[in-house]
């Protein structure tokens, strides 16, 4: 197949991570693979040394002419079978071009958020894209529940996979000695943006109440973002500075989770919890809110614990709990990294993911669509006139 994917994205996160995963995966299985991004994105930057086909696009308006006509002659061009795209902008500038070049589009929805009943949501999910990728249970439901007009047999769940093996090998201490953490103490970790999702306050407040039982515990934030300086503001007023660290924007994610004894992520909402999964990969036990994806991939009591969110005192209580029980929370480790190589893995998630183009790709063309010329792109334009009117 020859598979193009859309990302508008400027940032660099959990789904640029299984984005390249995904075309590397697919290149080995023989597909022809080709990512359309921003210029000056974090994933054009990442990828723009390796051997993949990359197209810098400046992605304007959701209904730019120039960017359509520009992803429509790529689509024609390169005699493509199928385009996958992430987001709302995605869709509508993909599915526009899509309509002129008479592919067909996957539209991979990352979010558990409700979706809009707008006219365009109901032209572009219930019309253009032909499947509907979920990434966790949650989001197919929270799909159906708001856009009850959706054909719930085209929305697919497809989890997350990680690759177990970059996760196995074992810590070096290393992070432990950039923050002075000493092996008498338990070193909490936290990834992810520093933003109000991630439920940061939460986590800051549980963690001024388990260091009053604990002055041996220490967490270590690795993340940037919005909230930066709220929380540092937070550390030095409740007198946290020598419990809690900054690590920053971590490159070897891997590295860092070894290094820790256990993963928390009190998110008050979730795409998917793909640092969790990593977590679970290296071994590590999760604490997790009981808040979208995240019961589908922490089983509480066996991989983690599951609390509700924005309650910081039963936050605590989990983070005391595992503190305080080193045998607990290895054999949840234990378990994690099995249920990681049994349900999330790699392989898995791109085997799943290859089937849902192949079966996109297989549907009946369009007109024009056989010419795969720009003859074709003609034909297009008055499918799309014709298909608005």
Not at 6 to 21: A, D, F, I, K, P
Request: glycine share 8%.
């Amino acid at each position: 197949m020859n598979v193009l994917f859309l990302n508008s994205c400027r940032t660099w996160g959990g789904g640029e991570v299984s984005l390249t995963q995904i075309v590397d995966s697919l290149r080995s299985r023989g597909h022809n693979v080709t990512v359309a991004c921003r210029p000056d994105s974090a994933l054009h930057k990442r990828m723009r040394m390796s051997t993949i086909d990359l197209v810098p696009v400046r992605f304007g308006g959701d209904f730019d002419p120039f960017t359509i006509l520009r992803l429509a002659r790529l689509m024609v061009g390169r005699r493509i079978d199928v385009v996958c795209v992430h987001t709302e902008k995605e869709l509508r500038v993909g599915g526009m071009a899509s309509l002129l070049a008479a592919v067909p589009v996957i539209v991979s929805r990352e979010v558990d958020f409700p979706l809009k009943d707008t006219l365009l949501n109901r032209l572009f999910y219930g019309k253009v894209a032909s499947v509907v990728i979920a990434n966790s249970y949650a989001t197919k439901n929270t799909l159906l529940i708001s856009a009850p007009w959706l054909d719930a047999d085209k929305i697919h769940v497809v989890w997350k996979g990680v690759d177990a093996r970059l996760f196995r090998l074992p810590a070096s201490g290393s992070l432990r000695e950039e923050f002075h953490v000493g092996e008498e103490d338990s070193l909490i970790g936290f990834v992810g943006r520093l933003d109000e999702q991630k439920g940061l306050l939460t986590l800051l407040e549980a963690m001024a109440i388990l260091v009053k039982q604990h002055r041996n515990a220490k967490l270590v934030l690795a993340g940037d973002g919005n909230l930066r300086a709220s929380v540092q503001e937070f550390l030095r007023s409740r007198n946290l500075d020598r419990h809690a660290y900054l690590a920053g924007f971590r490159e070897n994610i891997p590295e860092f989770l070894r290094g820790i004894d256990f993963l928390v992520m009190p998110s008050n909402w979730e795409g998917f919890g793909y640092a969790a999964v990593e977590a679970m990969a290296a071994g590590k036990a999760v604490i997790a809110s009981n808040v979208s994806s995240l019961p589908e991939i922490i089983e509480d009591g066996r991989t983690g614990i599951l609390v509700p969110p924005r309650s910081p005192e039963r936050l605590a209580d989990a983070m005391v709990t595992l503190v305080d029980n080193r045998r607990l929370r290895n054999s949840m480790g234990r378990a994690g990294a099995r249920k990681v190589e049994n349900v999330f893995s790699l392989p898995t998630m791109v085997a799943n993911v290859e089937s849902l183009l192949a079966e996109a790709a297989s549907l009946p063309r369009k007109e024009g669509r056989r010419q795969n010329s720009p003859r074709s792109l003609a034909a297009g334009w008055r499918l799309l006139y014709h298909w608005l009117l």
